[in-house]
């Protein structure tokens, strides 16, 4: 393949990337959860804060620091749940977030646990923080 038609496939793909992510990104999304995550790999269950829980999607925002999410586990029940595993690296970054993740329309989410991995050190950078999102279902 000629470099040309490269540069040009990968164009195309980037622009399509571009055009998903600022398509997610203008849609109305509402903060389930807040977490300070330690400079160690670490599982932490988050518990969602105010009413609303019916929601399409859910995704990992990073506020600040960095960190890699090894796997996201979605919990409606006791003995319901559904673990996912991070498209791509799974490394946030300060302003960055996951792929969404759809949850089911008949279930309601009741927690999230998080198993991350922060990068840096104590001593140069501050502690990674990490929020839940999700979005509400259209009506």
């Not at 040009?8 to 997610?24: D, G, K, M, R």
């Not at 160690?40 to 960095?66: F, H, M, P, W, Y």
Request: charged residues 30%.
């Amino acid at each position: 393949m000629s470099s040309l038609a490269l540069r040009i496939i990968s164009s195309t793909f980037l622009v399509i990337v571009l055009q998903y992510n600022l398509q997610a990104q203008n849609q109305d999304w509402i903060l389930l959860a807040k977490k300070d995550v330690s400079y160690k790999a670490d599982k932490d269950v988050l518990t969602l804060i105010g009413n609303e829980r019916k929601v399409e999607k859910i995704k990992l925002k990073c506020t600040q620091g960095s960190l890699k999410i090894k796997k996201t586990t979605l919990i409606y029940s006791a003995t319901d749940h559904e673990e996912h595993k991070p498209k791509g690296t799974g490394i946030l970054t300060k302003g960055t977030s996951s792929i969404p993740y759809k949850i089911a329309q008949d279930k309601n989410l009741k927690q999230i646990e998080i198993e991350y991995e922060a990068y840096g050190n104590t001593l140069l950078t501050k502690r990674a923080k990490v929020e839940v999102l999700g979005l509400k279902h259209k009506k």
